[in-house]
């Protein structure tokens, strides 16, 4: 093929991969979306149909590539983690976090009629930024997941408290972040109880936890196995023929996936879905 004088310019181009044999995680997350809620009036402080959104979003992400082996959203952001020993995907980080965005950012737009369906979407169009951040061990995969989810639990709580105080207390926001400012969980927690009568222990899971997809498949003993051990043993991702990579990739594509709202950050959510950690298909649950 005839080198044109022009062909220089693609040495311009720079590699970005992300180091091997580690855990990816993409983190998308909504661009002003404080600015985006006014204007669709998002209840305070948490819209369930906001999060539907969101989970329908990242739940056709999840489908849509097979080597995301779980993922954890909460508010306007979204996690995706991609397991260490794939070797089948794309693992320039522009590549990567450039598909997860536009995937995830189509279905944003395709799935908001179905759950507002009154409140047309008018530019300025919803978006999203991402990164991507390697994590080389399991204890700090576990760690970021677990991070997200007590930032969920300190922001919801504090959320909860503070516009309870204005819907239900009447005050206006300064006199709400006064009331708060230098209070701990329990104190917010007995503010909900006594002035409000509001358990915080029973408001939805959803605004608690925040939400977990993942494949479903028959859950195990917790003691069966040390699928977490072998998978930090592993020196290198192909341990496995490629055909053999490609069908256990083909299960993960058929398998159904499903939207949960659990603790992540105790080891049995872990221990009870070893497919999370190994990436080997698990047993397919017999329909009731
Ligand atoms: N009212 C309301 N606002 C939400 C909800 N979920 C996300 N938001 C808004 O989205 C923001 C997300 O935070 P952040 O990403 O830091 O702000 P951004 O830079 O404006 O996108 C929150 O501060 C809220 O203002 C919701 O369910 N209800
Ligand atoms: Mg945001």
Redesign the pocket.
Known sequence: MANSKFEYVKHFEQPDTLLPNTWIVVRI???????F?NKYS??????RR??DVMNAAAKAVVTELPDITIAYGV???YSFVFHKSSTLFERRASKLVSTIVSTFTAYYIYSWPTYFPDSPLAPPLPSFDGRAVCYPSLQNLRDYMSWRQVDCHINNLYNTTFWALIQLGGMDGKEAEKELAGTFAADKNEILFKRFNINYNNEPEIYKKGSVIFRDYELVEPDSHHVAEDVEDLAQPAQQSKTQMENDKKKRAKARITVEHLDIIKDDFWNRRPWLLSGKPGKIPKLP
């Open positions: 997350d909504g661009r002003g979306f404080t600015k809620a998002f209840a305070k402080p948490n819209d906001a999060l508010s306007d952001e």
